[in-house]
């Protein structure tokens, strides 16, 4: 697919960053969190190939401008809505059950 | 890359309750997920396989020639390292890795990659300048040095093993491990020693 996670060649992209030699490996809990949601969920119903897929449907201004797990997240997310696990209306159902517990 | 913003972690909280509550995921599998790559997964495993290598060259002839075969009879084989292939630096080539798609890495030896890795600088100016890429990590090369520059996917992961540096002859195993480091087994560091008096 043609999209804009196939980088190899592009300019403009400016100097490499982060080339401090030590980093955690997940810069917060939720880094973590997403990691280990898509990790459980793949080897269980994901072949490789699909997720990767599924990271290429992200909107090229989107994935452009969304960090590496950012990424992740919206590729679970597409993953779990097209193959059933979980719609979209739970999803945006339980954000908003959450928001209003925060409330309370 | 910037912290998760408000949306995405309600969204990442949204999914985690649903994963948990249908059962698609159990939230300990979760936890253990996150440690097992914090704490037990890294390059360390690695620096065994290239450090092994550099003192039988039995070993290492084997490697090269079957690469995932020896690794998983070291019982270092794990999910993303299914199919190794290794690159031996020598004095006329220099190696590196880079994925242009996404991320794929040898989890399973390195434990997941490093930003600089995930970068899309990184990515994408790999495959077009690989000399100017290597001099922002300090490596400048001869230019007789031959650079080969190789594109992972989903199904090979490869791993680079460095050259062994000069004055290390009298190094035992845990000592050598300890100098082999994450990036010079992508290919963007060059490993040196300065014996300490």
């Known amino acids: 697919m ?13 100097k490499i960053p982060y080339l401090n030699k030590y980093e955690p490996v997940f810069d917060s809990y939720w880094e973590g969190r997403v990691f280990s949601m898509s990790f459980a969920t793949f080897i269980k119903y994901f072949p490789v190939d699909e997720t990767r897929y599924a990271a290429e449907k992200i909107k090229p201004n989107i994935y452009l401008n969304s960090s590496y797990y950012e990424r992740w997240l919206l590729a679970l997310e597409i993953l779990l809505i097209e193959n059933n696990l979980v719609t979209k209306k739970e999803i945006i159902d339980r954000e908003n059950q959450i928001k209003k517990n925060k409330k309370k | 890359m910037s912290e998760f913003s408000e949306e995405l972690i309600l969204k990442a909280k949204a999914i985690e309750s649903l994963l948990i509550e249908k059962e698609i995921v159990d939230e300990d599998t979760l936890d253990l997920i996150v440690e ?11 620096a065994k396989i290239v450090v092994r290598a550099w003192k039988d060259n039995e070993f290492k002839n084997k490697l090269l020639m079957e690469p995932t075969k020896t690794i998983s009879e070291m019982g270092l084989i794990g999910f993303s390292g299914e199919h190794m292939v290794i690159l031996e630096n020598t004095s006329k080539i220099h ?27 990184y990515r994408s100016r790999a495959v077009i300048e690989p000399k100017e890429v290597l001099k922002e990590f300090g490596i400048t090369l001869d230019d007789e040095i031959e650079i080969k520059v190789w594109d992972s996917n989903a199904d090979i992961r490869y791993l680079v093993l460095p050259q062994r540096p000069n004055g290390t ?18 290919g963007t560091e060059i490993l040196t020693y300065n014996a300490k008096k």
């Not at chain 2, 097992?36 to 690695?46: F, L, R």
């Open chain 1, 2 to 14: 043609n999209g804009p996670q196939d980088l190899g060649g592009f300019h403009g992209f400016g």
């Open chain 2, 36 to 46: 097992e790559y914090e704490k037990n997964i890294g390059p360390h495993i690695g």
């Open chain 2, 95 to 121: 190696n590196i890795v880079v994925c242009t798609l996404c991320s794929c890495y040898p989890w399973a030896i390195l434990g997941l990659p490093p930003k600089w890795y995930k970068s899309f600088q």
């Open chain 2, 169 to 186: 002859e009298k190094l035992n195993e845990i000592e050598l491990e300890k100098l082999v480091t994450r990036n010079s087994m992508i």
